[in-house]
């Protein structure tokens, strides 16, 4: 037995004539009831706030873990050089700036960069990039620094 996804009945008052008519030719030109064209027009607009929560959520996410890996290296390297502007040059860029919004969750690095402010951070791109961790609870020390910190004792 197959079992619906649960749905919601939407009742619009109201539309403006123009809009409705707008919508009748849309759903005419796609093959489709105005209903369906209604249902179409509400799917797309609600899948791009989706997408966007999505995309905001990655960043956060990442920006949680280039934070943790840099105040790690900070920890067991203070004679390191890690300013953003540091960390912007070690990977090639000519400004802080795109550094400064990965860290604060506004940008996302391509997948090279990742991998690039990985080895500069000392940590596992999947880790950084994604979050995956051998069951240590979603945090994964960085890999050099790990090894620094155990031979310290």
């Known amino acids: 037995m197959t079992i619906k996804p649960a749905t919601r009945k939407l009742l619009v008052r109201a539309i403006p004539e123009e809009d409705f008519l707008l919508l009748q030719e849309m759903a005419e030109s796609d093959e489709r009831s105005v209903e369906a064209q209604a249902r179409h027009a509400i799917r797309m607009s609600v899948m791009s706030l989706r997408f966007e929560r999505e995309r905001r959520a990655r960043a956060e996410g990442l920006a949680k873990r280039l934070n943790m890996a840099h105040r790690t290296l900070l920890i067991h390297r203070p004679d390191h050089s890690t300013s953003l502007s540091h960390v912007a040059e070690a990977i090639g860029l000519d400004v802080a700036e795109p550094v400064h919004r990965w860290f604060c969750g506004e940008a996302e690095p391509t997948f090279s960069q ?8 000392g940590c596992d791109p999947g880790w950084l990039q994604h979050g ?18 155990a031979s310290r004792g």
């Not at 069951?135 to 994964?140: E, F, K, N, P, W």
């Open 114 to 121: 990742v991998r690039q402010l990985a080895t500069f951070l």
């Open 132 to 149: 995956d961790s051998e069951a240590s609870g979603g945090a994964t020390p960085p890999q050099g620094i790990s090894d620094a910190v």
